[in-house]
């Protein structure tokens, strides 16, 4: 079997959501949809980092790994682990039916076998199950009697430092062997279809589970008014489609559709931007002296700062903008420096920044939560956050509710109605552009900042203020053109 026609368990997952998506891992591997991102990239590692834990539960392991060339080797050293009477093997790899995978533990216990399956999840999830299940397959089909599976986890409950246990085991061995005589047919159908043509599949709800498919632009419409743009309404979207309904000015007026996917259907039949005649009314929430406040934030799956927990999210930056008598605008931009623990100083350093405001703009209820993290972080400042978070005032539903621009694309992200409203600011001139990179680039400078050249060290910081600034500025610019338009 040629290398591109071979399953691993990473394909037979891509298989199980579309042979599609299958198809092209395996005949484009070279695709500039597979090419990993910075926050992708870094998701890997944290993937890793997490595996590394879960070894350090099981002292002695024998960890086969990938420093063996190729998988015959690696096979064929797992092989003689088992042969030799390992009773712990990390990373074993194993083939059967034409189906690659490795094993991130298995433990010995007499003649029987524990598999487990490490994720950097904080549960366990559907998707585990079919992942789990193809690895049994192949063990039980390579001559390993496994009796049980298990995945672990990162416990929701640990708190940074030694609050509880970092991991969590869960046994799926029910679920999965429920699952497992299905797994031969499935095996077969994804082989003969990585043996044919690119196989015809239908655009369906599959494209976006377990998560949205890399070649999402191949296979779905792109014009801004096809109804699988509506709002929060695919399925309504594919049940108009297969009702030879393509696009919003087709929609019968008998349809059944929100207030906001009605606001879309008048933009695409008037081929214009809509405004609701209620949208000066609802503007009058930013009252006073407005100011206007953005959060970076770094959130890992494994913790480093004390009381944190897997995958929180930690503010370690802010921008804010704020109006002024007379006109224009201030601007104060913090970015944390160091490994340390940032958040009473994040603290101080926004109470300070905000004091005169009397409303201040957030774009979606994410800086709202972060406030109430830091209320329960920086206690001593709990009364001053409080009444900080009282003055926030979120854009969004404002948006949402009296705007709707054909150029959104079904989407009321900033970066979605920036553009359309305010043609002339944009986020192409930075070096930095969205907030996963900005993520993984602040984690860097932080806790990495010997592996950035020090010449890089000083502009990386430069841009990282400046994209948390854009951010802030959309917003001023955005609630301008909104309070014109009301006019």
Not at 49 to 73: L, N, Y
Not at 102 to 110: N, P, W
Request: hydrophobic content about 40%.
């Amino acid at each position: 079997m040629t290398p591109h026609l071979e399953l691993t368990k990473s394909r037979f997952m891509a298989g199980w959501q579309c042979h599609r998506l299958l198809w092209w891992m395996a005949h484009e591997p070279g695709a500039t949809e597979l090419v990993p991102d910075t926050g992708t990239l870094d998701l890997f590692d944290q993937a890793r980092e997490v595996e590394k834990e879960a070894q350090r539960c099981f002292p002695g392991g024998v960890v086969i790994g990938s420093h063996f060339d190729t998988g015959g080797a690696r096979i064929a050293a797992t092989k003689d682990a088992i042969a030799r009477g390992e009773r712990l093997l990390f990373e074993a790899s194993f083939e059967a039916d034409g189906v690659q995978v490795r094993a991130d533990i298995l433990q010995r216990d007499g003649d029987a076998w524990t598999l487990i399956e490490v994720k950097s999840s904080s549960e366990v999830k559907d998707e585990h199950i079919p992942d789990a299940a193809v690895q049994l397959h192949v063990l039980r089909r390579s001559g390993l009697d496994v009796r049980r599976v298990e995945i672990m986890h990162l416990n929701r409950d640990f708190r940074h430092p030694d609050d509880g246990e970092l991991l969590a085991r869960e046994d799926v061995t029910s679920r999965v062997e429920a699952l497992l005589p299905s797994v031969p047919a499935l095996v077969r159908d994804q082989l003969a279809a990585l043996g044919g043509g690119l196989p015809v599949v239908r655009i369906g709800a599959d494209c976006s589970k377990p998560r949205e498919c890399p070649f999402w632009e191949r296979c779905w419409p792109a014009d801004r008014f096809h109804v699988t743009k509506l709002y929060r309404g695919r399925p309504k979207g594919l049940t108009l489609m297969q009702n030879g309904i393509e696009l919003m000015p087709q929609i019968p007026a008998a349809q059944k559709l929100t207030d906001i996917q009605q606001r879309q259907k008048r933009s695409a039949e008037q081929r214009g931007l809509v405004v609701e005649p209620g949208l000066k009314e609802s503007l009058k929430v930013f009252r006073g002296r407005v100011g206007f406040l953005d959060f970076e934030t770094i959130g890992r799956a494994v913790p480093v700062w004390p009381g944190t927990k897997p995958w929180q999210a930690t503010v370690v930056q802010f921008s804010y903008h704020e109006e002024q008598h007379g006109g224009g605008h201030s601007h104060v931009g913090w970015l944390a420096e160091g490994p340390a623990d940032p958040r009473a100083e994040v603290a101080d350093r926004l109470l300070e920044a905000t004091k005169g405001a009397d409303s201040i703009v957030m774009y979606s209820s994410f800086e709202r939560t972060r406030i109430r993290d830091l209320q329960e972080a920086v206690p001593f400042r709990r009364a001053e956050l409080e009444a900080l978070e009282q003055k926030l005032v979120d854009l969004l539903p404002v948006m949402q509710n009296n705007v709707y621009h054909p150029d959104f694309d079904g989407s009321f992200s900033l970066k979605y109605t920036l553009s359309p409203l305010v043609p002339e600011l944009s986020y192409t001139d930075l070096l930095i552009h969205d907030g996963r990179t900005a993520s993984v680039e602040i984690w860097r400078l932080l806790f990495v900042a010997h592996l950035i050249p020090t010449e890089k060290r000083a502009s990386l910081r430069q841009d990282l203020l400046k994209y948390c600034e854009r951010d802030t500025l959309a917003t001023v610019r955005l609630l301008e053109k909104l309070r014109e338009l009301a006019g």
